[in-house]
């Protein structure tokens, strides 16, 4: 649980460098993500969904520190897109149609 904690501080460090509306929308997501995938209640749930989870948080985190990498305002790819479950799909709208 520590690493995971190391990561959650590292990723609202990194965020404190977008602008304020992005900075809010990515801290609320990252706390909600955090907390589901921390403490599943999912009885199906497997150690490997966390190593998915953690992976990708990490990855994350290394683009966003990496300058050249455009972290937000860019298209998903249909790879992207097709990976992602009905609730991720749902959340995915929703920022859409949150006012920026």
Request: charged share 30%; hydrophobic share 30%.
């Amino acid at each position: 649980m520590n690493s995971a904690l190391v990561l959650y501080r590292s990723i609202l460090k990194l965020h404190k460098g977008l602008p304020k509306n992005l900075r809010d929308l990515g801290d609320k997501y990252l706390r909600q993500e955090f907390k589901s995938h921390l403490y599943p209640k999912a009885e199906n749930f497997k150690y490997t969904h966390y190593e998915t989870f953690f992976k990708s948080w990490e990855k994350y985190l290394d683009d966003m520190k990496n300058p050249e990498v455009k972290m937000y305002g860019r298209q998903l790819s249909n790879e992207q897109l097709g990976a992602m479950t009905a609730d991720q799909k749902k959340t995915l709208n929703s920022f859409k149609s949150t006012k920026l």
